[in-house]
């Protein structure tokens, strides 16, 4: 018995590609963008040798530490905490997660700050991080605020003074609890999961910053305003 | 053959500034496993975590009540009780959003958007507080026939029972379950506030204030800005170092650590002008949200973009690709370079 | 679980009690916590140590 490969296996490859489509549209601008191997690289640039490049991994890493551990919490709900030992353990691993994720993002920042990584078309790169960083603190203090604890109506009743203040207070009440749990775990784990999402996407997108340029030809670039390569192979075209 | 043309940037014309741009790079590549790293990444964190969370633990500093509040400090709660009959709280006066007390809005100049969004969590503290609670009161014919005379009298009455209460109060002792003041004419303001201080030491004002409008209460901005009227949370929070005026934003209850990254926030709030001002939470909030803006344009800004540069911290982080691209580098002159993919 | 809370208690239950008044340092107008400064304080020593231990590039390299 014969099988007709051609269209037993595979009855949609005669229909020609329809390039005009939405979806196939997006999906070459996708894969031009970040082919599979720009999207999960298997090698670096030779210059990707400190350890203060693990900090943003180490960030991301945190932060799946403390969205596991907050799955837990979500599971057994907001009393569980206060009535089970085991749920105060969950409660203090969801804690030091968060301690341990701004940590290191802080590190990441400093370390991104110094190697000025925005240069070179990565400037969405460093505004998505501070956006992320500031969304972040928001997400934090709304589960300060859904503690139902002593600290939570004291963290409520005085911030209520600084949000109040600006308007936002008609919006956003941070002395009810259903409201800002709601925040807690549904809306900001979303934008942050998005903004953070994107920013590795436009690390991909771009790679890792190049260094600066070696004392000698960072003078000349400074002084110039063109990059050192190209003011070299001009000098050398001058000579010649 | 002009110097301008370059093959770093997309923008061929512009100047290049090192601080802005860079050249992308050609040379050479290492292998390099993003998933492994990911992996130990994770690990390693949930280690310290796990670890920090065995030898630390979390806080859990049970919750005030408009109960364990009146029982600790029947009198400083009488002191707030009166104060919210008569709407010279901190609630009662603190206008939009939970009420429209003029002129009580922090503003910069002109700019003033508390007062712009207005009222959206109304607050009638001399109702919500005191008179609806009490009327909520099974077999309580004093209270009751108190309620209805307060009622009933003129506002200039009111206010006049009200005053001399509040002037009583302040010198209220309480002992075996009575709540004594000094005698004033304060018409039945004085049977309310002893009844609605028993309320509470019951537990019912609890209840009452969060389950006033639905069963299933999660708001609870309440019974929250009852408590924080008084000066018994107050004084709790201060024990702890969480008031506005001890860096408190950034501090935890206990010897935790607390929010560490708060710390530029909290620090306006400790220094003139911000230490003294009324509109000092719209003034911090809003220096915070042009240093935030600052932040995250810093690529946008010359100077401040030029800082990396000029600190030379970079030399450290990429020491060793400045050697490898050292003559006797494998980078270096007439070495030849492993392009990536 | 009666017995698995009992076991937990024991595993859980914190080493070092931290359930007690804060300890706090005054330079100045700056006030702040023992711990949040050991944060901060930890915080720039991990930056430090960041870039100047040696980092092993895998498939070779290295300070040569």
């Known amino acids: ?102 940590f290191c993002m802080v590190v990441h920042l400093w370390g991104k ?103 000698d030809q960072l003078a000349i670039e400074v002084k110039q305003g063109v990059p050192a390569d190209t003011a070299a192979t001009a000098a050398s075209e001058v000579q010649a | 053959m002009s110097a301008a043309t370059h093959s770093a940037t997309a923008d061929r014309k512009r100047r290049f500034r090192p601080d802005r741009d860079v050249e992308e790079w050609h040379g050479k590549y290492y292998p390099y496993d993003l998933i492994k790293e990911g992996i130990i990444a994770f690990i390693v964190v949930l280690i310290v975590v796990v670890g920090l969370a065995v030898i630390f633990s979390s806080p859990d500093d049970k919750p005030v009540t408009v109960k364990s509040w009146s029982t600790a400090n029947p009198v400083d709660f009488a002191q707030t009780a009166i104060t919210e009959l008569d709407g010279t709280s901190g609630t009662a006066t603190y206008g939009p959003p939970y009420n429209s007390t003029t002129g009580s809005s922090q503003s910069i100049g002109p700019i003033s958007p508390e007062s712009w969004f207005g009222v959206h969590h109304p607050i009638d503290t001399a109702n919500d507080y005191v008179i609806d609670p009490l009327q909520t009161l099974p077999n309580t014919p004093e209270v009751q026939a108190a309620v209805t005379e307060y009622k009933s009298a003129s506002a200039d009455q009111q206010a006049s029972w009200t005053a001399a ?30 009844g609605l201080t028993s309320m509470a030491r019951s537990g019912a004002l609890d209840g009452a204030l969060l389950s006033s409008r639905q069963f299933y209460g999660t708001d609870y901005t309440k019974p929250l800005l009852f408590i924080a009227d008084g000066q018994y949370l107050a004084n709790l929070g201060a024990a702890d170092h969480l008031g506005g005026d001890q860096w408190g934003m950034m501090n935890e209850t206990g010897n935790w650590p607390g929010q560490a990254w708060l710390w530029l926030y909290t620090m306006w709030y400790q220094v003139p002008p911000f230490k003294t001002s009324a509109n000092a939470d719209f003034q911090v909030w809003a220096v915070m949200m042009f240093l935030t803006l600052l932040l995250a344009l810093v690529p946008f800004i010359p100077g401040l973009r030029s800082i990396p540069r000029w600190t030379r911290v970079y030399r450290l982080i990429w020491r060793q690709h400045y050697k490898d691209l050292a003559p006797s580098g494998p980078l270096g002159k007439g070495a030849e370079s492993d392009r990536g993919p | 679980m009666q017995t698995l809370s009992a076991v937990m208690v024991h595993v859980v239950g914190s080493l070092i009690n931290l359930d007690h008044p804060g300890h706090y340092i005054n330079w100045g107008f700056i006030q702040i916590s023992v711990a949040n400064l050991t944060v901060i304080i930890l915080m720039v020593i991990v930056f430090i140590l960041a870039i100047l231990i040696p980092f092993h590039r895998p498939g070779g390299g290295g300070d040569r």
């Open chain 2, 165 to 194: 209460y509040e002037k009583a109060v302040a010198n209220a002792t309480y002992s075996n379950g009575v709540l004594t003041v000094p005698k004033g004419d304060y018409g039945p303001v004085g049977t309310m506030i002893a």
């Open chain 1, 1 to 102: 018995m014969t099988i007709d490969t051609e269209t037993q296996v595979n009855p949609s490859a005669d229909l020609p590609e329809d390039a005009h489509q939405l979806t196939a549209k997006l999906r070459h601008a996708a894969v031009e963008a970040l082919p599979p191997q720009k999207l999960m690289p298997d090698r670096q640039p030779a210059y990707v040798a400190s350890w203060i490049y693990v900090f943003g991994i180490l960030t991301v890493s945190a932060l799946a530490v403390v969205i596991l551990t907050g799955i837990v919490l979500a599971i057994f709900g907001p009393n569980w905490w206060h009535v089970s030992t085991v749920g105060l353990f969950f409660n203090s691993l969801h804690l030091w997660s968060v301690e341990v994720f701004f």
């Open chain 1, 113 to 215: 700050f110094f190697m000025a990584a925005w240069r070179g078309r990565r400037r969405a790169t460093w505004v998505s991080g501070v956006i992320a960083f500031v969304i972040s603190v928001a997400t934090a203090f709304t589960g300060y605020l859904s503690q139902q604890n002593f600290d939570s109506q004291w963290i409520s009743t005085q911030a209520k003074d600084g949000i109040n203040s600006t308007g936002a207070g008609a919006i956003m009440n941070v002395t009810n609890f259903g409201q800002m749990i709601m925040w807690h775990i549904v809306l900001l784990p979303l934008v942050v999961g998005i903004l953070v999402g994107g920013h590795i996407l436009l690390v991909r997108l771009r790679g890792v910053v190049p260094p600066f340029a070696p004392p």
